[in-house]
C-alpha cells in the first residue's frame, strides 16, 4: 500500500490514537482494582449450593398433547416426557451429578476455596470475602429449531429448511455476599443451546439447469446431553467468578450500572479481557 504525505500522517496519528487508548484502558483505575482483587482469590470462599432436582421439559412442536385435558401437570409432563428423543432416555441424576463436579472442579481452578453443603458449618465461621452461591434452578428443554440453509445461483436465491433436534440447558444463580447488606440475592441467568450437526450443500446441475440440496444429519445421543451439562457447570463455575468480581467492583469503586466495562477473568492464561455478553444475565425482580 502507499500513502502519499498527507495520508502518512493521518496513517501515524491513527495507528498513534489507537496504542494510546488500549494503553489508557489497560491502565485504567478499574483494571488496576481487577487486577488486585484476582490476587486475593485464594482469600475467597464460596458456599456452592446444588439443585435437589433438576426440571425437563418437551417443547418439541411435533408433541402430541392430546387426550392430557384433566390431568395434573406434572402427569403431563412425565407424559409429553416420553415423547422426546433425547430427554426420555437421559438420566437427569447423572447430569445434575455432572453438572455438579464440572461447577466445582472448574471454581476451585480459579484458586476459590470452595465449600460444598456437608461442610456450611465451617464455611459460616468465616468473617470476610465469603459468598453463598445457590444454583436455584437447572432446567433441560429438548426442541426442534427449523435450520434454514440458502444460496444464490445465477442470481436465484434458493432455501431449504431442515428441522434439527435441540436441548437447552438454562441455569439460575442466587449469588449473595455473606453477612452483607442486601436484603435479597440477585438472580442470574444463564443458557446455552446444543443442536444436531448438520452438512449440507447446493448443488448446481448444468446438465438439468437444476439445483439438487444434499445433507447429512449426524444426530444428538444422550452421551451429548451428558457432555453438555459437564460444559454447563464449568461455564457457570466461570461465570459465578466473573460475577462476584464485578459485583466487588461495582461495590468498591462505586462503578454505576452503565458502566460498559464487565471483566472476565482466565485462570490459565492469567488474563482480564472486558466483555459486554459473554456472561450472566441479571434477572429483573
Do not use: H
Not at 501515524?12 to 482469590?41: H, N
Amino acid at each position: 500500500m502507499n500513502l502519499n504525505p498527507i495520508n502518512k500522517i493521518w496513517f501515524f496519528i491513527g495507528s498513534l490514537s489507537f496504542v494510546l487508548v488500549m494503553l489508557l484502558s489497560s491502565c485504567s483505575p478499574q483494571r488496576k482494582l481487577a487486577k488486585e482483587l484476582v490476587d486475593q482469590t485464594p482469600e475467597w470462599g464460596v458456599l456452592a449450593l446444588m439443585p435437589e432436582q433438576i426440571f425437563m421439559i418437551n417443547n418439541r412442536y411435533d408433541s402430541n398433547d392430546e387426550n392430557m385435558e384433566g390431568l395434573s401437570e406434572y402427569v403431563k409432563n412425565q407424559q409429553l416426557l416420553e415423547q422426546t428423543l433425547l430427554l426420555s432416555k437421559v438420566d437427569d441424576t447423572l447430569v445434575r451429578r455432572l453438572f455438579e463436579t464440572a461447577y466445582l472442579s472448574t471454581l476451585r481452578s480459579y484458586g476459590v476455596l470452595v465449600y460444598e453443603e456437608s461442610a456450611f458449618e465451617d464455611f459460616y465461621e468465616r468473617d470476610s470475602l465469603s459468598w453463598v452461591v445457590n444454583i436455584a434452578q437447572l432446567e433441560l428443554q429438548e426442541f426442534i429449531e427449523n435450520y434454514e440453509d440458502e444460496e444464490n445461483f445465477f442470481g436465484m436465491r434458493y432455501l431449504q429448511t431442515i428441522p434439527l433436534n435441540a436441548v437447552n440447558i438454562g441455569v439460575w444463580v442466587e449469588i449473595s455476599r455473606l453477612n452483607g447488606s442486601s436484603q435479597k440475592a440477585p438472580v442470574y441467568f444463564s443458557d446455552q443451546n446444543l443442536f444436531d450437526a448438520l452438512e449440507s450443500d447446493f448443488v448446481f446441475d448444468f446438465s438439468t439447469n437444476s439445483v439438487n440440496y444434499y445433507y447429512n444429519i449426524d444426530s444428538l445421543t444422550p452421551q451429548n446431553v451428558y457432555d453438555f451439562s459437564g460444559f454447563m457447570g464449568r461455564l457457570t463455575a466461570a461465570y459465578t467468578y466473573d460475577q462476584i468480581l464485578n459485583n466487588q467492583l461495582e461495590q468498591q469503586q462505586g462503578i454505576s450500572d452503565e458502566d460498559p466495562v464487565f471483566y472476565r477473568y482466565d485462570p490459565y492464561l492469567k488474563r482480564l479481557f472486558p466483555t459486554e455478553y459473554d456472561r450472566f444475565i441479571l434477572m429483573e425482580e
